[in-house]
Protein backbone atom coordinates (compact mmCIF):
# COMPACT_ATOMS: atom_id res chain seq x y z
CA UNK A 1 0.00 0.00 0.00
CA UNK A 2 2.05 2.55 -1.18
CA UNK A 3 5.16 3.45 0.78
CA UNK A 4 3.78 2.55 4.15
CA UNK A 5 4.01 -1.30 2.57
CA UNK A 6 7.52 -0.92 2.04
CA UNK A 7 8.53 0.39 5.39
CA UNK A 8 6.34 -2.26 7.03
CA UNK A 9 8.25 -4.66 5.16
CA UNK A 10 11.50 -3.26 5.60
CA UNK A 11 10.82 -1.03 9.05
CA UNK A 12 14.75 -2.02 10.23
CA UNK A 13 16.32 -0.35 7.52
CA UNK A 14 13.83 2.83 7.14
CA UNK A 15 14.83 6.14 8.33
CA UNK A 16 12.11 7.68 11.14
CA UNK A 17 11.25 10.24 8.19
CA UNK A 18 10.46 7.29 5.73
CA UNK A 19 8.02 5.45 8.76
CA UNK A 20 6.48 8.57 9.45
CA UNK A 21 5.88 10.07 5.65
CA UNK A 22 2.37 7.95 5.09
CA UNK A 23 1.02 9.12 8.43
CA UNK A 24 1.49 12.30 8.37
CA UNK A 25 0.15 11.96 4.56
CA UNK A 26 -3.05 10.18 6.56
CA UNK A 27 -3.45 12.58 9.05
CA UNK A 28 -3.52 15.27 6.28
CA UNK A 29 -5.74 13.58 4.11
CA UNK A 30 -8.06 12.95 6.46
CA UNK A 31 -8.32 16.01 8.04
CA UNK A 32 -9.03 17.97 4.76
CA UNK A 33 -11.96 15.27 4.27
CA UNK A 34 -13.17 16.13 7.60
CA UNK A 35 -12.59 19.86 7.08
CA UNK A 36 -14.94 19.51 3.52
CA UNK A 37 -17.70 17.12 4.98
CA UNK A 38 -18.49 19.36 8.36
CA UNK A 39 -17.88 22.61 6.85
CA UNK A 40 -20.66 21.28 3.73
CA UNK A 41 -23.07 20.24 5.98
CA UNK A 42 -26.06 22.75 6.74
CA UNK A 43 -29.39 21.95 8.05
CA UNK A 44 -30.67 25.06 6.34
CA UNK A 45 -29.96 23.42 3.35
CA UNK A 46 -30.93 19.94 1.14
CA UNK A 47 -28.47 21.21 -1.74
CA UNK A 48 -26.91 17.91 -3.30
CA UNK A 49 -24.13 19.64 -4.58
CA UNK A 50 -22.68 19.59 -1.22
CA UNK A 51 -22.80 15.90 -1.61
CA UNK A 52 -20.73 16.55 -4.73
CA UNK A 53 -17.96 18.41 -2.76
CA UNK A 54 -17.18 16.04 -0.44
CA UNK A 55 -17.08 13.19 -2.92
CA UNK A 56 -15.28 15.24 -5.85
CA UNK A 57 -12.86 16.10 -2.57
CA UNK A 58 -12.47 12.23 -1.43
CA UNK A 59 -11.06 11.99 -5.42
CA UNK A 60 -8.46 14.36 -5.28
CA UNK A 61 -6.96 13.64 -2.05
CA UNK A 62 -7.38 9.62 -2.59
CA UNK A 63 -5.08 10.67 -5.85
CA UNK A 64 -2.68 12.97 -4.02
CA UNK A 65 -1.66 10.30 -1.50
CA UNK A 66 -2.25 6.93 -2.79
CA UNK A 67 1.18 6.76 -4.17
CA UNK A 68 2.66 6.83 -0.46
CA UNK A 69 -0.23 5.69 1.89
CA UNK A 70 -2.79 3.61 0.15
CA UNK A 71 -5.13 6.66 0.83
CA UNK A 72 -7.30 4.60 3.53
CA UNK A 73 -8.82 8.13 5.03
CA UNK A 74 -10.99 5.69 6.68
CA UNK A 75 -10.55 3.40 9.67
CA UNK A 76 -13.34 1.35 8.26
CA UNK A 77 -11.04 0.90 5.40
CA UNK A 78 -7.77 0.39 7.23
CA UNK A 79 -9.54 -2.28 9.43
CA UNK A 80 -11.23 -4.08 6.43
CA UNK A 81 -7.34 -4.15 4.52
CA UNK A 82 -6.58 -5.20 7.93
CA UNK A 83 -9.30 -8.19 7.91
CA UNK A 84 -8.42 -9.30 4.29
CA UNK A 85 -4.72 -9.58 5.37
CA UNK A 86 -3.28 -6.82 2.98
CA UNK A 87 -2.02 -4.89 6.25
CA UNK A 88 -0.10 -5.35 9.41
CA UNK A 89 -2.38 -5.10 12.60
CA UNK A 90 0.21 -2.93 13.94
CA UNK A 91 0.08 -0.83 10.85
CA UNK A 92 -4.05 -1.05 11.24
CA UNK A 93 -3.72 0.35 14.36
CA UNK A 94 -1.06 3.38 13.85
CA UNK A 95 -3.49 4.48 10.59
CA UNK A 96 -6.74 4.35 12.68
CA UNK A 97 -5.72 6.32 15.21
CA UNK A 98 -3.93 8.50 13.07
CA UNK A 99 -7.59 9.12 11.13
CA UNK A 100 -9.35 9.76 14.37
CA UNK A 101 -6.70 12.20 15.31
CA UNK A 102 -7.18 14.34 12.28
CA UNK A 103 -10.70 13.67 11.83
CA UNK A 104 -10.77 15.41 15.60
CA UNK A 105 -8.66 17.91 14.80
CA UNK A 106 -10.64 19.23 11.87
CA UNK A 107 -13.83 19.21 14.56
CA UNK A 108 -12.03 21.49 16.89
CA UNK A 109 -10.24 23.87 14.52
CA UNK A 110 -14.03 24.25 12.98
CA UNK A 111 -15.73 24.50 16.29
CA UNK A 112 -13.25 27.47 17.32
CA UNK A 113 -13.91 28.81 14.35
CA UNK A 114 -17.78 28.25 14.55
CA UNK A 115 -18.58 26.86 11.91
CA UNK A 116 -21.46 24.23 10.84
CA UNK A 117 -23.26 25.00 14.18
CA UNK A 118 -25.57 22.92 13.14
CA UNK A 119 -24.76 19.79 12.66
CA UNK A 120 -27.55 16.91 13.61
CA UNK A 121 -27.39 13.76 12.35
CA UNK A 122 -30.16 11.29 12.86
CA UNK A 123 -33.48 9.45 10.64
CA UNK A 124 -34.45 11.94 8.91
CA UNK A 125 -38.34 12.21 7.12
CA UNK A 126 -40.24 10.15 9.82
CA UNK A 127 -37.78 7.16 9.10
CA UNK A 128 -36.43 5.35 12.43
CA UNK A 129 -33.04 4.38 14.10
CA UNK A 130 -33.13 1.27 12.43
CA UNK A 131 -33.86 2.06 9.10
CA UNK A 132 -30.83 4.63 9.54
CA UNK A 133 -28.49 1.42 10.53
CA UNK A 134 -29.62 -0.48 7.28
CA UNK A 135 -28.71 1.73 5.25
CA UNK A 136 -25.43 3.60 6.69
CA UNK A 137 -24.20 -0.53 7.16
CA UNK A 138 -24.92 -1.18 3.26
CA UNK A 139 -23.31 1.45 2.02
CA UNK A 140 -20.08 1.79 4.11
CA UNK A 141 -19.87 -2.26 3.07
CA UNK A 142 -20.20 -0.98 -0.25
CA UNK A 143 -17.07 1.43 0.11
CA UNK A 144 -15.27 -1.26 1.66
CA UNK A 145 -15.99 -3.69 -1.01
CA UNK A 146 -15.00 -1.19 -3.63
CA UNK A 147 -11.88 -0.31 -2.47
CA UNK A 148 -10.73 -3.78 -1.55
CA UNK A 149 -11.44 -4.28 -5.14
CA UNK A 150 -9.96 -1.80 -6.36
CA UNK A 151 -6.99 -1.00 -4.53
CA UNK A 152 -5.99 -4.34 -2.81
CA UNK A 153 -6.62 -6.58 -5.49
CA UNK A 154 -3.64 -8.10 -6.89
CA UNK A 155 -5.92 -9.24 -9.97
CA UNK A 156 -7.17 -5.79 -10.27
CA UNK A 157 -4.67 -3.50 -9.26
CA UNK A 158 -1.15 -5.39 -10.45
CA UNK A 159 1.81 -3.67 -8.47
CA UNK A 160 3.88 -3.19 -12.27
CA UNK A 161 0.44 -2.29 -13.78
CA UNK A 162 -1.46 -0.21 -11.24
CA UNK A 163 -4.66 1.01 -12.19
CA UNK A 164 -5.68 4.41 -12.58
CA UNK A 165 -9.16 4.43 -10.54
CA UNK A 166 -8.78 4.22 -7.67
CA UNK A 167 -9.59 7.55 -6.48
CA UNK A 168 -12.86 7.83 -8.71
CA UNK A 169 -14.31 4.90 -7.19
CA UNK A 170 -13.75 5.70 -3.68
CA UNK A 171 -14.94 9.50 -4.45
CA UNK A 172 -18.01 8.35 -6.09
CA UNK A 173 -18.61 5.36 -3.53
CA UNK A 174 -19.65 8.71 -1.71
CA UNK A 175 -21.42 10.58 -4.16
CA UNK A 176 -23.98 7.55 -5.39
CA UNK A 177 -24.70 6.55 -1.11
CA UNK A 178 -24.88 9.95 -0.47
CA UNK A 179 -27.47 10.68 -2.21
CA UNK A 180 -29.32 7.54 -2.42
CA UNK A 181 -29.51 8.09 1.51
CA UNK A 182 -30.84 11.99 1.59
CA UNK A 183 -34.28 10.97 2.31
CA UNK A 184 -33.66 8.41 4.78
CA UNK A 185 -30.55 10.10 6.77
CA UNK A 186 -26.98 12.02 6.23
CA UNK A 187 -24.40 8.89 5.38
CA UNK A 188 -21.35 9.50 7.02
CA UNK A 189 -19.82 5.70 6.07
CA UNK A 190 -16.29 6.99 8.05
CA UNK A 191 -15.70 6.28 11.70
CA UNK A 192 -13.26 9.11 11.87
CA UNK A 193 -15.69 11.94 11.02
CA UNK A 194 -17.83 10.12 13.05
CA UNK A 195 -15.81 10.20 15.79
CA UNK A 196 -14.91 14.37 15.02
CA UNK A 197 -18.50 14.93 15.13
CA UNK A 198 -18.40 13.93 19.00
CA UNK A 199 -16.52 16.87 19.33
CA UNK A 200 -19.03 19.51 17.78
CA UNK A 201 -21.50 17.78 20.51
CA UNK A 202 -22.86 21.52 21.96
CA UNK A 203 -26.09 20.20 23.32
CA UNK A 204 -25.28 17.59 26.04
CA UNK A 205 -25.02 13.76 24.83
CA UNK A 206 -27.12 13.41 21.75
CA UNK A 207 -24.71 14.08 19.74
CA UNK A 208 -22.47 11.91 21.12
CA UNK A 209 -24.68 9.12 21.19
CA UNK A 210 -25.38 9.45 17.40
CA UNK A 211 -21.64 9.38 16.90
CA UNK A 212 -21.22 6.13 18.61
CA UNK A 213 -24.39 4.82 16.72
CA UNK A 214 -22.50 5.48 13.24
CA UNK A 215 -19.10 4.28 14.52
CA UNK A 216 -20.77 0.86 15.10
CA UNK A 217 -22.81 0.49 12.06
CA UNK A 218 -19.50 1.34 10.07
CA UNK A 219 -17.43 -1.22 11.59
CA UNK A 220 -20.22 -3.84 11.11
CA UNK A 221 -20.02 -2.43 7.19
CA UNK A 222 -16.83 -3.02 6.25
CA UNK A 223 -16.69 -6.73 8.54
CA UNK A 224 -19.68 -7.42 5.63
CA UNK A 225 -17.54 -5.07 2.77
CA UNK A 226 -14.54 -7.86 3.52
CA UNK A 227 -16.86 -10.85 3.67
CA UNK A 228 -18.21 -10.25 0.30
CA UNK A 229 -15.11 -9.21 -1.17
CA UNK A 230 -13.55 -12.58 -0.15
CA UNK A 231 -16.43 -14.39 -1.73
CA UNK A 232 -15.99 -11.94 -5.29
CA UNK A 233 -11.90 -12.62 -5.42
CA UNK A 234 -11.57 -16.02 -3.12
CA UNK A 235 -8.24 -17.01 -4.55
CA UNK A 236 -6.53 -13.79 -3.41
CA UNK A 237 -6.38 -14.73 0.18
CA UNK A 238 -3.02 -15.32 1.82
CA UNK A 239 -4.60 -19.00 2.83
CA UNK A 240 -5.61 -19.63 -0.86
CA UNK A 241 -2.45 -18.50 -2.07
CA UNK A 242 -0.35 -20.64 -0.16
CA UNK A 243 -2.48 -23.78 -0.68
CA UNK A 244 -1.27 -25.99 -3.89
CA UNK A 245 -4.34 -27.56 -4.16
CA UNK A 246 -6.08 -24.23 -4.89
CA UNK A 247 -5.70 -24.41 -8.18
CA UNK A 248 -7.39 -27.17 -8.84
CA UNK A 249 -10.57 -25.99 -8.11
CA UNK A 250 -10.01 -22.58 -10.06
CA UNK A 251 -12.89 -23.08 -12.74
CA UNK A 252 -15.40 -24.09 -10.05
CA UNK A 253 -14.05 -21.27 -7.68
CA UNK A 254 -14.07 -18.86 -10.99
CA UNK A 255 -17.76 -19.47 -11.34
CA UNK A 256 -19.05 -19.13 -8.28
CA UNK A 257 -17.00 -16.06 -8.25
CA UNK A 258 -18.50 -14.80 -11.42
CA UNK A 259 -22.12 -15.40 -10.05
CA UNK A 260 -21.94 -13.59 -6.70
CA UNK A 261 -19.99 -11.06 -8.64
CA UNK A 262 -22.95 -10.12 -10.65
CA UNK A 263 -25.59 -10.71 -8.00
CA UNK A 264 -23.60 -8.47 -5.66
CA UNK A 265 -23.23 -5.64 -8.56
CA UNK A 266 -26.82 -5.53 -9.29
CA UNK A 267 -27.89 -5.25 -5.76
CA UNK A 268 -25.76 -2.14 -4.84
CA UNK A 269 -26.88 -0.49 -7.96
CA UNK A 270 -30.50 -1.11 -8.36
CA UNK A 271 -30.49 -0.19 -4.52
CA UNK A 272 -29.15 3.34 -5.25
CA UNK A 273 -31.69 4.06 -8.19
CA UNK A 274 -34.41 2.83 -6.19
CA UNK A 275 -33.72 4.94 -3.11
CA UNK A 276 -32.86 7.86 -5.57
CA UNK A 277 -35.80 7.39 -7.32
CA UNK A 278 -37.71 7.72 -3.61
CA UNK A 279 -36.16 10.73 -2.89
CA UNK A 280 -36.78 12.40 -5.68
CA UNK A 281 -38.34 15.94 -5.75
CA UNK A 282 -40.40 18.23 -8.57
CA UNK A 283 -39.44 15.83 -10.87
CA UNK A 284 -35.39 16.61 -10.65
CA UNK A 285 -33.82 13.74 -12.41
CA UNK A 286 -30.20 15.05 -11.17
CA UNK A 287 -29.88 13.32 -8.09
CA UNK A 288 -30.54 9.90 -9.38
CA UNK A 289 -29.20 10.24 -12.62
CA UNK A 290 -25.82 11.11 -11.16
CA UNK A 291 -26.26 7.99 -8.05
CA UNK A 292 -26.99 5.74 -10.15
CA UNK A 293 -24.19 6.24 -12.75
CA UNK A 294 -21.63 6.59 -9.92
CA UNK A 295 -22.96 2.82 -8.68
CA UNK A 296 -22.68 1.34 -11.88
CA UNK A 297 -19.11 3.28 -12.07
CA UNK A 298 -17.32 2.14 -9.10
CA UNK A 299 -19.23 -1.55 -9.87
CA UNK A 300 -17.86 -2.16 -13.18
CA UNK A 301 -14.38 -0.94 -12.16
CA UNK A 302 -14.74 -3.38 -9.07
CA UNK A 303 -15.72 -6.50 -10.67
CA UNK A 304 -15.28 -6.18 -14.50
CA UNK A 305 -12.25 -8.75 -14.00
CA UNK A 306 -14.04 -11.32 -12.02
CA UNK A 307 -17.26 -11.40 -14.26
CA UNK A 308 -17.22 -8.46 -17.01
CA UNK A 309 -19.46 -6.34 -14.96
CA UNK A 310 -22.61 -7.01 -16.68
CA UNK A 311 -25.37 -6.20 -13.86
CA UNK A 312 -27.54 -6.36 -15.95
CA UNK A 313 -29.81 -9.01 -18.50
CA UNK A 314 -30.61 -6.89 -21.46
CA UNK A 315 -26.78 -6.79 -21.19
CA UNK A 316 -25.89 -10.42 -20.81
CA UNK A 317 -28.33 -11.14 -23.89
CA UNK A 318 -26.39 -8.49 -25.92
CA UNK A 319 -22.67 -9.97 -25.01
CA UNK A 320 -24.51 -14.20 -26.03
CA UNK A 321 -25.94 -12.44 -28.97
CA UNK A 322 -22.76 -10.77 -30.01
CA UNK A 323 -21.27 -14.43 -29.68
CA UNK A 324 -18.35 -12.48 -27.47
CA UNK A 325 -17.20 -13.86 -24.07
CA UNK A 326 -18.52 -12.05 -20.74
CA UNK A 327 -15.32 -9.29 -21.06
CA UNK A 328 -11.87 -9.55 -22.76
CA UNK A 329 -10.39 -10.66 -19.66
CA UNK A 330 -12.50 -13.14 -18.10
CA UNK A 331 -11.91 -16.84 -18.93
CA UNK A 332 -14.78 -18.62 -19.81
CA UNK A 333 -14.72 -22.28 -21.29
CA UNK A 334 -16.75 -24.57 -23.81
CA UNK A 335 -20.29 -25.12 -23.28
CA UNK A 336 -19.85 -23.09 -20.27
CA UNK A 337 -20.91 -19.71 -21.40
CA UNK A 338 -24.49 -20.45 -22.73
CA UNK A 339 -25.15 -21.61 -19.14
CA UNK A 340 -23.30 -18.73 -17.55
CA UNK A 341 -25.57 -16.31 -19.21
CA UNK A 342 -28.53 -18.02 -17.61
CA UNK A 343 -27.06 -17.88 -14.61
CA UNK A 344 -25.87 -14.33 -14.61
CA UNK A 345 -29.55 -13.22 -15.34
CA UNK A 346 -30.78 -14.96 -12.08
CA UNK A 347 -28.15 -13.25 -10.43
CA UNK A 348 -29.22 -9.63 -11.60
CA UNK A 349 -33.22 -10.56 -11.19
CA UNK A 350 -32.07 -12.19 -7.11
CA UNK A 351 -29.89 -8.63 -6.28
CA UNK A 352 -32.82 -6.60 -7.70
CA UNK A 353 -35.44 -8.30 -5.48
CA UNK A 354 -32.93 -8.29 -2.42
CA UNK A 355 -32.51 -4.53 -3.41
CA UNK A 356 -35.83 -4.48 -3.25
CA UNK A 357 -36.40 -5.69 -0.15
CA UNK A 358 -34.46 -3.65 1.35
CA UNK A 359 -35.35 -0.54 0.06
CA UNK A 360 -38.72 -1.48 0.87
CA UNK A 361 -37.30 -1.97 4.80
CA UNK A 362 -35.01 1.83 4.74
CA UNK A 363 -38.40 4.07 3.10
CA UNK A 364 -41.62 2.19 4.48
CA UNK A 365 -43.52 4.77 6.45
CA UNK A 366 -41.06 7.68 4.80
CA UNK A 367 -43.45 10.80 5.43
CA UNK A 368 -41.36 12.09 1.65
CA UNK A 369 -43.25 11.01 -1.64
CA UNK A 370 -42.68 10.39 -4.81
CA UNK A 371 -45.69 11.39 -6.33
CA UNK A 372 -43.73 14.27 -8.59
CA UNK A 373 -41.98 11.21 -10.29
CA UNK A 374 -44.99 9.17 -10.78
CA UNK A 375 -46.75 12.28 -12.41
CA UNK A 376 -43.85 12.83 -14.86
CA UNK A 377 -43.90 9.45 -15.94
CA UNK A 378 -48.28 9.66 -16.48
CA UNK A 379 -47.64 12.51 -19.14
CA UNK A 380 -46.00 10.00 -21.56
CA UNK A 381 -48.08 7.87 -23.23
CA UNK A 382 -47.13 3.76 -22.95
CA UNK A 383 -45.96 4.12 -27.01
CA UNK A 384 -43.70 6.78 -25.67
CA UNK A 385 -42.34 5.17 -22.72
CA UNK A 386 -41.45 1.94 -24.48
CA UNK A 387 -39.81 3.72 -27.39
CA UNK A 388 -37.74 5.43 -24.90
CA UNK A 389 -36.83 2.66 -23.18
CA UNK A 390 -35.54 0.58 -26.00
CA UNK A 391 -33.27 3.15 -27.34
CA UNK A 392 -31.76 3.76 -24.37
CA UNK A 393 -31.45 -0.21 -24.00
CA UNK A 394 -30.12 -0.18 -27.44
CA UNK A 395 -27.58 2.70 -26.52
CA UNK A 396 -25.84 0.94 -23.05
CA UNK A 397 -25.69 -2.36 -24.49
CA UNK A 398 -24.15 -1.51 -27.50
CA UNK A 399 -21.46 0.88 -25.43
CA UNK A 400 -20.67 -2.04 -23.13
CA UNK A 401 -20.48 -4.36 -26.31
CA UNK A 402 -17.80 -1.92 -27.76
CA UNK A 403 -15.92 -1.39 -24.40
CA UNK A 404 -16.05 -4.07 -22.56
CA UNK A 405 -16.18 -7.30 -24.34
CA UNK A 406 -13.05 -6.13 -25.87
CA UNK A 407 -10.14 -3.97 -25.76
CA UNK A 408 -11.01 -0.61 -26.86
CA UNK A 409 -7.74 0.45 -27.62
CA UNK A 410 -4.10 -0.93 -28.46
CA UNK A 411 -2.66 -0.10 -25.44
CA UNK A 412 1.28 -1.05 -24.98
CA UNK A 413 1.87 0.37 -21.65
CA UNK A 414 -0.88 -0.98 -19.61
CA UNK A 415 -3.21 -3.34 -20.52
CA UNK A 416 -5.40 -2.20 -17.72
CA UNK A 417 -9.12 -1.14 -19.30
CA UNK A 418 -9.70 1.93 -17.50
CA UNK A 419 -12.47 3.69 -20.00
CA UNK A 420 -14.82 0.54 -19.37
CA UNK A 421 -16.34 1.82 -16.19
CA UNK A 422 -16.42 6.05 -17.15
CA UNK A 423 -18.59 4.41 -20.15
CA UNK A 424 -20.89 2.56 -18.75
CA UNK A 425 -21.81 5.10 -16.19
CA UNK A 426 -21.89 7.58 -18.58
CA UNK A 427 -24.84 6.60 -20.88
CA UNK A 428 -26.72 5.64 -17.83
CA UNK A 429 -26.22 9.37 -16.56
CA UNK A 430 -27.07 10.84 -20.38
CA UNK A 431 -29.84 8.15 -20.61
CA UNK A 432 -31.14 8.97 -17.24
CA UNK A 433 -31.47 12.59 -17.67
CA UNK A 434 -32.65 12.77 -21.06
CA UNK A 435 -35.91 10.12 -21.05
CA UNK A 436 -36.10 9.78 -17.02
CA UNK A 437 -39.75 11.41 -16.96
CA UNK A 438 -41.10 9.90 -20.49
CA UNK A 439 -39.71 6.00 -19.19
CA UNK A 440 -38.17 6.17 -16.06
CA UNK A 441 -34.78 5.26 -17.73
CA UNK A 442 -34.32 1.77 -16.10
CA UNK A 443 -32.31 0.22 -18.80
CA UNK A 444 -32.54 -3.12 -16.77
CA UNK A 445 -35.33 -6.05 -16.60
CA UNK A 446 -34.05 -6.65 -12.89
CA UNK A 447 -34.47 -2.93 -12.26
CA UNK A 448 -37.52 -3.16 -13.08
CA UNK A 449 -38.84 -5.90 -11.27
CA UNK A 450 -37.42 -3.51 -8.18
CA UNK A 451 -39.62 -0.84 -9.50
CA UNK A 452 -42.86 -1.91 -10.15
CA UNK A 453 -42.92 -4.16 -6.52
CA UNK A 454 -41.89 -0.78 -4.49
CA UNK A 455 -44.48 1.05 -6.39
CA UNK A 456 -42.22 3.85 -7.73
CA UNK A 457 -43.05 2.96 -11.69
CA UNK A 458 -46.48 4.28 -12.77
CA UNK A 459 -49.04 1.77 -11.93
CA UNK A 460 -49.74 1.07 -16.33
CA UNK A 461 -46.62 -0.37 -16.28
CA UNK A 462 -46.05 -4.02 -16.09
CA UNK A 463 -42.78 -6.20 -16.73
CA UNK A 464 -43.58 -8.18 -19.84
CA UNK A 465 -43.76 -5.17 -22.23
CA UNK A 466 -40.31 -4.01 -20.46
CA UNK A 467 -39.12 -7.52 -21.13
CA UNK A 468 -39.73 -7.53 -24.50
CA UNK A 469 -38.37 -4.00 -25.45
CA UNK A 470 -35.26 -4.51 -23.49
CA UNK A 471 -34.67 -7.87 -24.93
CA UNK A 472 -35.22 -6.44 -28.49
CA UNK A 473 -32.87 -3.47 -28.04
CA UNK A 474 -29.92 -6.08 -26.57
CA UNK A 475 -30.25 -7.96 -29.94
CA UNK A 476 -30.20 -4.75 -32.13
CA UNK A 477 -27.09 -3.71 -30.48
CA UNK A 478 -25.41 -7.30 -30.96
CA UNK A 479 -26.11 -6.37 -34.37
CA UNK A 480 -24.89 -3.18 -34.54
CA UNK A 481 -21.86 -3.95 -32.94
CA UNK A 482 -21.65 -6.97 -35.39
CA UNK A 483 -21.43 -4.49 -38.02
CA UNK A 484 -19.05 -1.91 -36.77
CA UNK A 485 -16.24 -4.19 -35.22
CA UNK A 486 -16.46 -6.88 -37.98
CA UNK A 487 -12.93 -7.20 -37.95
CA UNK A 488 -13.09 -8.60 -34.35
CA UNK A 489 -14.46 -11.82 -35.64
CA UNK A 490 -12.04 -11.83 -38.77
CA UNK A 491 -9.22 -11.77 -36.20
CA UNK A 492 -10.86 -14.32 -33.95
CA UNK A 493 -11.19 -16.57 -37.13
CA UNK A 494 -7.99 -16.14 -37.91
CA UNK A 495 -6.50 -17.34 -34.41
CA UNK A 496 -9.10 -19.83 -34.12
CA UNK A 497 -7.40 -21.37 -37.80
CA UNK A 498 -3.87 -20.81 -36.68
CA UNK A 499 -4.65 -22.30 -33.53
CA UNK A 500 -6.09 -25.70 -35.33
CA UNK A 501 -2.75 -25.75 -37.36
CA UNK A 502 -0.23 -25.76 -34.28
CA UNK A 503 -2.61 -28.35 -32.78
CA UNK A 504 -2.06 -30.47 -36.28
Known amino acids: MGRLGDADRESIYASTWEVLTPYIAEFLGTFIITMTFMSNYDDSSEAYFAKYSSGFMIIAIVCATRHITGANLNPCVTIALGLSGRLRPFSSFCLCLTQVLAAISAAILLKACEVSEN ?9 SWTQ ?26 PKSDQNGFVGLCYGLCYVASSIAARGICDIVSNSAIAVGLLIRNTGGHGLF ?17 VGAYRVVRPLESRLAESLPMAAENVSVSRESSQMAA ?5 FYIILTQVLSADAETNSDLGPRAWATAAAVIVMVYSLQKVSGAHFNPAVTLAV ?11 LVEGDLEVRLGIFYCIAHVLGGAVAASVAAIVISGSTSTSSSSDSSLANATTTQAFIAESAITFFLCYVVLATSVTSPVEQGRSKQNNICGIAYGSIVLSNTLAVGNISGALMNPAAVVAFIVLGILDTKASLLPYFFYHGAAAVFASVAFLMTHAQLYVKDAHEAEDKNHTGN
Request: include cysteine; proline fraction near 1%; glycine fraction near 10%.
Open 262 to 266: EFIGA
Open 119 to 127: ISLGPLNGH
Open 320 to 330: RASGRTAADNV
Open 209 to 225: STGMSYVCYDLIGAIIG
Open 132 to 157: LAFTETVYTSMLTFVYLNCASSKQNN
